[in-house]
């Protein structure tokens, strides 16, 4: 049994077969056609010989290096230079060819690959769906889907929260039985309420509420300047037809209520819709998965105390959310907080570098700008009321009044 092993072992490697493969036919189509029918081969791995012969047949190998490399490895490596810019192809496979000769493993060399074309300059791919043209002897038809890991992992989050299915049926079943339902909704013409887990995402009129000359002081209660105390109902209902949501801002451009402020570990769906209006994208700067499809994220954590509350909850995609270091004192990836200042969110990277805000002109329609906004203009219109006063007093000052101030410079 070993040596029918090692015998088997010996013939993938090196890049031998690539050659044999190249001179099977003219075209790659008639090569895979060949590979399958007169020696076996599966279709899948037929295609990844040819796509791998394009790379090591014109491959120089005078020391033997590729000897004792895996087929299954050189198709990997082979995979890795096709998406590489034309000007680090070379760079590349040779950088990972070497990287192999070490003696490391396929699954070694993959995880190397992935971390490679992070910050290598890698050809342009886009998202696709492709569809198998003919079912199989069970009747299916199989689908290969790809999207950027963020459109992916939004994707899956809709799926997987749409499915009704049990908790303990494999993931896989989960998911077909979640998006079987969502593709039904949409034919029923039902978008949006896919699953009544889902937080209401319907859209509706939101009101920007900004309170001039007030200070919020917790619980839903503005103190105004002149002494009284108002919560934020009563100021709501003088303001606003009875339907949307109310998002509050106080004189210091401070979100502070969409009712009900507080809440228990989970935040609402007013309170989510009041942070979604206060940030629209994903508080880490540079990403611009919109607010409402987004999770609610505590600044300090629930396990360390973190209330539901305006003050602590922020807006984060999946994907970020699930990086960001709940420990502040245990930095990996960086964490998403308020500014303690002025409650603008941000993001502190891991090195405890300078805070990063998200700077997308966007954010100029946010609610917290849109109520900066509307407050300097009263401010600016205040101040011109104040100087047209002043004129008018003047106007009416008389010169004995001038006198009587001390302006007369008369002897």
């Known amino acids: ?161 749409a499915s009704t299915a049990p908790s303990d049926l494999p993931e896989s079943f989960r998911w077909a039985q979640g998006l079987n339902r969502i593709v039904q909704d949409y034919e029923d013409g039902v978008c ?13 009129p939101a009101f920007i509420l900004p309170i001039p000359d007030s200070t919020y002081i917790g619980d839903g209660k503005f103190a105004t300047t002149d002494g009284d105390i108002l919560d934020a109902e009563e100021l709501a209902n003088c303001r606003l037809e009875p339907y949307g949501f109310a998002v509050m801002y106080d004189g210091n451009k401070k979100l502070s209520c969409t009712l009900p402020l507080k809440n228990q570990r989970f935040a609402d769906g007013a309170l989510r819709t009041g942070i979604a209006c206060d940030q629209i994208f994903c508080t880490h700067p540079g990403c611009y998965r919109i607010g409402t499809y987004s999770q609610a994220h505590h600044d300090k954590s629930w396990a360390s105390g973190g209330e539901t509350t305006a003050e602590n909850i922020l807006i984060a995609c999946k994907y970020h959310n699930g990086q960001n270091d709940d420990d502040p004192t245990k930095p990996k990836h960086g964490r998403h907080e308020r500014d303690p200042v002025n409650g603008d969110p941000r993001y502190v990277p891991p090195d405890g570098g300078p805070p990063r805000y998200h700077d ?40 004995d009044d001038r006198c009587a101030d001390g302006d007369d410079n008369s002897e």
């Open 1 to 161: 049994m070993t040596a029918i092993l090692g015998s088997l072992a010996d013939s993938l490697h090196g890049t031998a077969i690539f050659a044999e493969v190249a001179t099977l036919a003219n075209t790659a189509a008639l090569r895979v056609e060949k590979l399958t029918e007169e020696f076996g081969f599966s279709q899948h791995f037929a295609k990844e010989l040819v796509a791998a012969a394009r790379t090591w047949v014109p491959y120089e190998d005078p020391e033997g290096k590729t000897k004792a490399i895996s087929v299954q490895q050189l198709i990997l490596i082979a995979k890795a230079v096709e998406l590489t810019a034309a000007e680090d192809k070379e760079t590349t496979r040779d950088m990972l060819l070497a990287y192999a000769c070490e003696g490391h493993t396929w699954k070694e060399l993959k995880a190397k690959i992935s971390d490679t074309h992070r910050v290598v300059k890698t050809r342009k791919v886009s998202d696709s769906v492709t569809v198998s043209a003919v079912a199989d002897a069970c009747g299916m038809k199989h689908a290969h889907i790809k999207l950027e890991a963020l459109k992916m992992d939004r994707f899956i989050g809709l799926i997987a929260e």
């Open 192 to 204: 949006g309420t896919t699953s009544t887990r889902l937080w209401n995402r319907r859209l509706a």
């Open 360 to 399: 997308s002109p966007c954010r100029g329609y946010t609610g917290r700008d849109i109520a900066g906004t509307i407050l300097d203009e009263e401010k600016r219109a205040g101040h011109r009321d104040d100087g047209r006063d002043d004129d008018r007093r003047d106007s009416n000052c008389t010169d």
